[in-house]
C-alpha cells in the first residue's frame, strides 16, 4: 500500500472521498481521480492535447476537468489544428460540445482552480513551453495556469508536465529538476514507436494513454508490452 505521509510514493489520489469510505469500513484503496485540472501552453503538441481531451471526455471516471489555455497555447493551436479564436474552443478541439470540461481563463487568478480548498485530484500541462515549466519551477504564479501549478504541489497532489522543447539547455534542465524535487513529474512529450503507430493520431492517443495510466486512468485500448 502506498504511503499516505510521503510524496515521492505512488500518489493515492482522492484522499478525502477514501478517508470517509474508510471511516465506513471501506478497505483504503487507490482510486482513480474524478476531477481533474488541464492546461496547455505555448510549445507545439496541440494533437496531443486534442487526444487528451477526448479521451478524459470518454472516461466516465472523470466526472469533471477544468481546462486552462494560455495566450500562447491558443496560438499554437490556431497554427497546428486550425482553431478559430476563443470562443467555443472546446467545440472545436474535440468536434462536440462537453459534458464534463469546463474552460477557465488563464487571467482569472480567483478561480476555483487557484485554490487548495477546491477538490482537483490532478494537474496536467500537455504540451507544457519551457517558459510556462520556468515560472512552475521558481513559484512564479502571475496567471491562473501557473497559481494551479503551485496549488496542486503544495497539496501534494500529481502534477505532469508534458515538456516540449529541444534542444535543451542548462537552464530548461535546471528548471526540470527544480520542478521535480517539488513534487512534479517530468513527463517529456516523446511519442512511442515499438507499438508500430500508423498515423500521428495514433502516436497523440498511446502517448495520452500513458499520461493518464500515470495518473491512475489506465485505457483499455492502450498499448501493452508482453516481451
Known amino acids: 500500500m502506498a504511503c499516505l505521509t510521503c510524496p515521492r510514493a505512488v500518489p493515492i489520489l482522492n484522499v478525502s472521498r477514501q478517508l470517509a469510505a474508510f471511516a465506513e469500513g471501506a478497505p483504503l484503496l487507490i482510486l482513480p481521480p474524478e476531477n481533474l485540472t488541464i492546461a496547455t501552453t505555448g510549445a507545439s503538441g496541440s494533437l496531443f492535447l486534442k487526444h487528451f481531451l477526448l479521451t478524459v471526455e470518454r472516461d466516465n471516471r472523470v466526472k469533471t476537468v477544468n481546462f486552462i489555455a494560455s ?131 495514433a502516436m497523440a492517443q498511446e502517448f495520452a494513454n500513458r499520461v493518464l495510466a500515470h495518473i491512475g486512468l489506465p485505457q483499455p485500448n492502450a498499448f501493452r508490452w508482453k516481451g
Not at 122 to 131: E, K, L, N, T
Not at 157 to 175: G, Q, W, Y
Request: charged content about 20%; overall charge neutral; aromatic content about 4%.
Open 71 to 201: 495566450d500562447s497555447g491558443l496560438r499554437v493551436m490556431a497554427e497546428e489544428l486550425g482553431i478559430e479564436g476563443r470562443s467555443d474552443l472546446l467545440r472545436q478541439i474535440i468536434g462536440a460540445p462537453s459534458t464534463k470540461i469546463q474552460q477557465q481563463s488563464n487571467a482569472d487568478i480567483g478561480a476555483n482552480v487557484a485554490s487548495g480548498s477546491y477538490p482537483s485530484d490532478a494537474m496536467v500541462v500537455i504540451p507544457c513551453s519551457v517558459g510556462t515549466l520556468a515560472r512552475i519551477a521558481n513559484g512564479i504564479a502571475s496567471h491562473l495556469i501557473e497559481r494551479a501549478a503551485d496549488v496542486t504541489l503544495k497539496e501534494r497532489r500529481p502534477l505532469v508536465l508534458c515538456v516540449r522543447e529541444t534542444p535543451l539547455n542548462k537552464v530548461h534542465i535546471r528548471n526540470m529538476s527544480l520542478a521535480a524535487d517539488a513534487g512534479a513529474t517530468i513527463f517529456p512529450l516523446i511519442p512511442t514507436f515499438y507499438n508500430h503507430p500508423s498515423s500521428p493520431d
